[in-house]
Protein backbone atom coordinates (compact mmCIF):
# COMPACT_ATOMS: atom_id res chain seq x y z
CA UNK A 1 0.00 0.00 0.00
CA UNK A 2 1.44 3.14 -0.43
CA UNK A 3 0.92 5.99 1.70
CA UNK A 4 1.29 9.49 0.80
CA UNK A 5 3.70 11.67 3.20
CA UNK A 6 3.06 15.38 2.88
CA UNK A 7 6.14 17.52 1.84
CA UNK A 8 4.94 20.31 3.90
CA UNK A 9 6.89 21.04 7.13
CA UNK A 10 3.72 22.64 8.87
CA UNK A 11 1.83 19.02 8.22
CA UNK A 12 0.79 17.75 11.27
CA UNK A 13 2.71 20.24 13.81
CA UNK A 14 0.46 22.59 15.74
CA UNK A 15 0.84 26.23 16.50
CA UNK A 16 1.52 24.95 20.50
CA UNK A 17 4.02 22.78 18.91
CA UNK A 18 5.40 25.07 16.93
CA UNK A 19 6.14 27.84 19.39
CA UNK A 20 7.17 26.03 21.93
CA UNK A 21 10.12 24.50 18.98
CA UNK A 22 11.06 28.62 18.36
CA UNK A 23 11.43 29.23 22.51
CA UNK A 24 13.46 25.98 22.70
CA UNK A 25 15.25 27.09 19.84
CA UNK A 26 15.67 31.15 20.47
CA UNK A 27 14.76 31.85 23.71
CA UNK A 28 11.91 34.53 23.93
CA UNK A 29 13.58 37.56 23.87
CA UNK A 30 15.93 36.80 20.49
CA UNK A 31 11.82 35.60 19.01
CA UNK A 32 10.98 39.30 20.50
CA UNK A 33 13.55 40.44 18.23
CA UNK A 34 13.04 38.38 15.14
CA UNK A 35 9.17 38.75 14.94
CA UNK A 36 8.38 42.19 16.97
CA UNK A 37 4.92 41.44 18.43
CA UNK A 38 3.76 42.39 21.74
CA UNK A 39 3.17 38.47 23.11
CA UNK A 40 7.04 37.85 22.28
CA UNK A 41 8.12 40.78 24.31
CA UNK A 42 5.57 41.79 27.16
CA UNK A 43 5.02 39.38 29.57
CA UNK A 44 5.11 36.41 27.09
CA UNK A 45 3.47 33.23 27.58
CA UNK A 46 2.66 29.92 25.49
CA UNK A 47 -0.81 31.03 26.17
CA UNK A 48 -1.10 34.74 25.11
CA UNK A 49 0.79 33.54 22.32
CA UNK A 50 -1.75 31.28 21.08
CA UNK A 51 -4.80 33.50 21.54
CA UNK A 52 -2.93 36.30 19.48
CA UNK A 53 -1.71 34.37 17.14
CA UNK A 54 -4.73 32.38 16.33
CA UNK A 55 -6.16 35.31 15.41
CA UNK A 56 -3.70 37.52 13.89
CA UNK A 57 -2.86 35.81 10.47
CA UNK A 58 0.09 38.32 9.33
CA UNK A 59 2.07 37.06 13.15
CA UNK A 60 0.99 33.49 12.70
CA UNK A 61 2.31 33.71 8.88
CA UNK A 62 5.57 35.43 9.91
CA UNK A 63 6.15 32.63 13.26
CA UNK A 64 5.60 29.62 10.70
CA UNK A 65 8.14 30.86 8.17
CA UNK A 66 10.25 31.64 11.07
CA UNK A 67 9.72 27.98 12.16
CA UNK A 68 10.57 26.43 8.99
CA UNK A 69 13.75 28.60 8.08
CA UNK A 70 14.66 27.06 11.33
CA UNK A 71 14.10 23.26 10.09
CA UNK A 72 16.05 24.07 7.51
CA UNK A 73 18.57 25.89 9.44
CA UNK A 74 18.71 23.40 11.91
CA UNK A 75 18.97 20.29 8.53
CA UNK A 76 21.78 22.46 7.07
CA UNK A 77 23.87 22.49 10.61
CA UNK A 78 23.52 18.68 10.83
CA UNK A 79 24.72 17.66 7.23
CA UNK A 80 27.56 20.20 7.99
CA UNK A 81 28.66 18.03 11.34
CA UNK A 82 28.70 14.98 9.24
Given amino acids: MDQHVSKDPLHGVTLENIIKNLIEYYGWEELGKLI ?18 RKTPWA ?18 EEEEN
Fill in 60 to 77: RTKVERLYISTLKKEITD
Fill in 36 to 53: PIRCFDTDPSITSSLKFL
